[in-house]
């Protein structure tokens, strides 16, 4: 039933899934659409194993683990389901867009903060306006004695 998934799968340049770790399969929609919900069985579920994929190198594994433990079952499997449209292909196409976001999210690394130093204009702007503050409270103290 895995005729649909592409051989490999680009989440990142660095990160290409294979389509054999990836398995769909397919339910009845849950909601609205008379027989047609009866008959036909256009929900995809996409199950994908962040701890067993041979995709990943070490560091990411770990990252997608820890970022994405609440998703994960207990055997490291990511699970996602697409029940939008009526047409299973397009649930296929959007679960794994899904499965591409969700990934490309979890690897997501922010770049390090750059030290910077305080230009001497501020250390100057900051300093004039503590004297103005300081001569504004003198002032008032001076007026109430």
């Known amino acids: 039933m895995s005729a649909r998934v592409p051989t490999t799968l680009e989440i990142l340049p660095r990160l290409r899934i294979p389509g054999s770790e990836i398995v769909l399969t397919y339910a009845a929609s849950s909601g609205p659409g008379g027989q047609n919900v009866n008959k036909v069985a256009s929900k995809a579920v996409l199950r994908w194993s962040a701890r067993d994929s041979v995709a990943l190198r070490p560091d990411d594994r770990a ?42 999210a979890a690897l997501h690394r922010e770049a390090p903060r750059k030290k910077t130093r305080p230009t001497r204009g501020s250390k100057e702007r900051r300093i004039a306006g503590k004297r103005r503050r300081s001569d504004v409270k003198r002032g008032r103290r001076d007026a109430g004695e």
């Open 63 to 104: 990252l997608i683990l820890g970022r994405l433990a609440s998703r994960l079952t207990t055997e490291g499997e990511l699970v996602l389901a697409c029940d939008r449209h009526r047409d299973q292909g397009q649930n296929v196409e959007e679960v794994l867009e899904r499965l591409k976001d969700v990934l490309r």
